[in-house]
């Protein structure tokens, strides 16, 4: 690292330990605290208050982009820069990102059994997931800080995001995937993207091991969840949601939960802007687990009394993390918002993903998670049919075109919607009868 510009860091905000309240300045490279706990990018809530109002954000909603707007006019994270990273514009580095849609369809809300069910889609990032609104401030942080090198441990959507930023910022970047663990869409986007790709014989917590001591050791800036910058960026799902609906919240944000960032960050979203008056009340968090890696729906079970820790194992797999980063933050967010924990068999996941599919919106099968989940908690009269709830789809289709293609051909066992393809002669008739079966 070169030494950071402490001008460009503005002082109200700094990294707190969620444990023992210990604080630091903005500028220093650190994860942890000494004591060992987690750090948080802090705001001084109380120096904000004054300048923060719903007309703050609203006013910064834009048409579409041109080519003589900068990037960040548009950007659906640095319109709230003042709760995420509060620099000044020319240091940003944004492709844009955000500004996802939220899709509603009735055949997918009778499915789960709901009355208002919306699916806020961060598959439509630019590189089609979440990951793209935590990269750019990640990477944004790296650039203040003059990072020689900017490096994750991935399962895919957080390689592919972080090869692509640290490319528009011109950071070289180091990618550690778990050999044969990576959907092929996800690790295609590293490679095109120009990352140095470096596959880990084990699993993704192994991976994860490795890079912290190789940036810890080597001065390079780690861009993992750990990262508590990277989670600034990702509040702004959250923010987003609430302006979408008015600052009027559902009365549910239903999510996937692999690493816990997400779960971490929309906790730490929803509390700031119920202190800084943008929301009246919190709306309930509930993390959805495979429950093939599903380390925090067990701890759940036990009150959180003891950190339980796994060998992953799942189809969805940027969902497949036995030892989850940011679980503290993750323990707090439950607290903040009264949430609930849940995890879904692999099947149920599939068959959410085919559902979801099927209206027209896809996804990549851990966002099913957040589906299936909903479907399952509305059944255990968790979620109540008349309540409005909001799931969150993480990726894209095409990040694991694999498992699709595996479900919808036979060899996903018991896939209760396939839609397989048809052998068919090469002649009118035979297309014929085909078509007055299927289509009528």
């Not at 990702?234 to 779960?263: C, H, M, Y």
């Not at 119920?274 to 959805?288: C, E, N, S, T, W």
């Given at each position: 690292m070169t030494e950071p510009n402490h001008a460009r860091f503005p002082g109200t905000i700094s990294l707190r330990c969620i444990q023992c309240q210990k604080t630091y300045p903005a500028h220093q490279v650190r994860y942890l605290c000494d004591c060992g706990g987690l750090l948080d990018v802090w705001h001084d809530l109380e120096a904000l208050h004054p300048q923060i109002n719903r007309g703050l954000f609203d006013g910064r909603l834009s048409g579409p982009p041109g080519p003589r707007v900068a990037p960040t006019a548009n950007s659906g994270v640095w319109r709230y820069r003042e709760l995420i990273l509060p620099v000044t514009i020319d240091n940003i580095v944004s492709r844009p990102e955000g500004n996802t849609p939220l899709y509603e369809h009735p055949r997918l809300s009778r499915w789960v059994g709901l009355e208002q069910f919306y699916l806020k889609h961060e598959g439509e990032n630019p590189t089609g997931s979440f990951k793209d609104r935590g990269m750019t401030v990640g990477v944004t942080q790296a650039r203040l800080m003059g990072a020689r090198a900017v490096a994750c441990a991935s399962t895919g959507n957080t390689s592919a995001s972080l090869a692509a930023y640290a490319a528009l910022a011109g950071i070289p970047a180091l990618i550690f995937i778990p050999a044969g663990k990576i959907a092929a869409g996800k690790l295609a986007q590293a490679l095109a993207y120009g990352a140095h790709t470096l596959q880990i014989q084990g699993d993704f917590d192994d991976a994860m091991a490795l890079v912290r001591q190789v940036c810890d050791e080597?001065?390079?800036?780690?861009?993992?969840?750990?990262?508590?910058?990277?989670?600034?960026?990702?509040?702004?799902?959250?923010?987003?949601?609430?302006?979408?609906?008015?600052?009027?919240?559902?009365?549910?944000?239903?999510?996937?939960?692999?690493?816990?960032?997400?779960?971490?960050?929309?906790?730490?979203?929803?509390?700031?802007?119920?202190?800084?008056?943008?929301?009246?009340?919190?709306?309930?968090?509930?993390?959805?687990?495979?429950?093939?890696?599903?380390?925090?729906?067990?701890?759940y079970q036990n009150g959180f009394s003891e950190k339980v820790t796994v060998k992953a194992e799942t189809i969805a797999t940027a969902i497949r993390i036995g030892r989850p980063v940011s679980y503290e933050r993750a323990v707090r967010t439950m607290g903040w918002t009264n949430g609930v924990v849940t995890a879904v068999s692999d099947q149920e996941i599939m068959d959410a993903k085919a559902m979801v599919d099927g209206v027209g919106i896809g996804c990549e099968p851990a966002s099913a998670a957040s589906v299936a989940g909903v479907r399952r908690l509305v059944r255990e009269g968790v979620i109540q049919p008349g309540e409005t709830v909001v799931g969150i789809l993480t990726g894209n289709l095409l990040k694991d075109p694999t498992a699709t293609v595996d479900y919808h051909t036979g060899t996903w066992p018991g896939a209760s919607y396939a839609n397989a393809p048809v052998q068919v002669a090469p002649t009118v008739d035979a297309v014929r009868g085909i078509i007055e079966d299927r289509v009528g």
């Open positions: 080597m001065g390079i800036y780690l861009l993992n969840s750990l990262n508590p910058f990277r989670l600034e960026g990702q509040k702004s799902i959250v923010l987003e949601i609430l302006q979408g609906f008015r600052w009027q919240p559902p009365d549910w944000i239903v999510l996937p939960a692999g690493n816990l960032g997400n779960t971490a960050a929309f906790g730490k979203a929803l509390y700031e802007a119920h202190q800084l008056g943008l929301v009246d009340k919190i709306p309930r968090i509930a993390a959805v687990q495979a429950s093939g890696a599903s380390p925090f729906y067990q701890s």
